[in-house]
């Protein structure tokens, strides 16, 4: 059965006009009742999660790159500066230039960019599979949230180590591929057949 359209009075806005219209799909949805899919289960792009993880790791990592360089150098004692970090920040500027800031950053991406993909999709994906069980939304959530950052940390966790050993002054490593072969091999573990 289709509903009447009611043409609104003559003296009507074209903005009265679009909140009875407004009003109308809603009391027509509302009459179907539970039929209607809510948003959060409709069919979801699974292509577009993954890129929208990889987008923002990009993005947030680039973005902080200069920092995370820093606090690096701190850490592993390279960044020594009478000054602290002000002094420091200059020292690289003048000695290095200011690409130095983002030295190493391609690794970092190279890391992110599959855990914070894995991140939003793995987050989707338990969410739903949670709400489908009955849990309520905020759980749900939460659950979700966890199960994801620990899903994705396991993922990436060698792309991480293999980070972390570059990053050190004294690395040896010449790429990352590099470095993930001979802490395979130092480690014994086999890589090839042969």
Partial sequence: ASATRVPPPRSASPTHGLTAWFLSTSQRKLAVGSRTTPTSMAPRNRGEELLAGGVAGIVSRTAIAPIERVKILVQTGAGRSSAG???????????EGLLAFWRGNTAGVVRVVPYMSATFLC?????AALL???????QAALAAGS????????LTYPL???????????SVYTSMFHALRSILEA????????
């Fill in 123 to 127: 987050y989707e994906e338990y969410k």
């Fill in 85 to 95: 970090y002000t002094g420091l920040v200059r020292e690289m500027y003048h000695n």
């Fill in 147 to 154: 199960l994801a950052g620990v899903t994705a940390v396991c």
């Fill in 187 to 194: 480690e014994s573990l086999p890589i090839s057949p042969h």
């Fill in 160 to 170: 991480d180590l293999v980070r972390a050993a570059m990053a050190k002054p004294s």
């Fill in 132 to 138: 489908g069980c009955g849990a309520h939304k905020q």
